[in-house]
């Protein structure tokens, strides 16, 4: 069986920089890596779903069968309280119902990072 010999850095000693950085999860190895905008290029044109929810509501069936025309479904949000903002199904903001000319919007008043709820 043919093996192919690849350099790999040093990851047990000290002297070698980038393997030490990656191991010790330096900040330094972390500020020679610049992001911008144009490193998300490829992705721009991926469509993505955007929903603004305004609270939700729990019944049976039967109460479900027994809505009509005029019938008001109460919410678990209070009159102004942060409504929630969906990308992909996915908590990425909070923020309030405002108008714009004759629709709804939304303002984002709140930026949920990952693993935050």
Same mark, same amino acid.
């Given at each position: 069986?043919? @093996?192919?010999?690849?350099?790999?850095? &040093?990851l =047990?000693?000290? &002297?070698?920089?980038?393997?030490?950085?990656?191991?010790?999860?330096?900040?330094?190895? !972390?500020?020679?890596? *610049?992001?911008?905008?144009?490193? /998300?290029e490829?992705?721009?044109?991926?469509?993505? @779903?955007?929903?603004?929810?305004?609270? *939700?509501?729990?019944?049976?069936?039967s109460?479900?069968? *027994?809505?009509?025309? =005029?019938?008001?479904?109460? /919410?678990?949000?209070?009159? =102004? !309280?942060?409504? &929630?903002?969906?990308?992909?199904? #996915?908590?990425?903001? #909070? =923020?309030?119902?405002? /108008?714009?000319?004759? #629709?709804?919007?939304?303002?984002?008043?709140?930026?949920? *990072?990952?693993?935050?709820?």
């Open positions: 069986m043919a @093996t192919n010999d690849v350099d790999l850095p &040093d =047990g000693h000290e &002297d070698s920089g980038v393997g030490a950085a990656l191991l010790n999860n330096d900040a330094s190895a !972390e500020a020679e890596i *610049k992001r911008t905008a144009q490193d /998300l490829a992705v721009f044109d991926v469509p993505v @779903t955007v929903s603004a929810v305004l609270g *939700k509501s729990s019944m049976e069936v109460q479900l069968l *027994k809505l009509g025309r =005029g019938t008001v479904v109460e /919410l678990d949000r209070k009159v =102004g !309280e942060a409504i &929630d903002i969906y990308v992909n199904d #996915r908590l990425v903001a #909070r =923020g309030e119902v405002v /108008l714009v000319e004759d #629709r709804l919007g939304v303002t984002m008043t709140e930026i949920i *990072k990952a693993g935050q709820s």
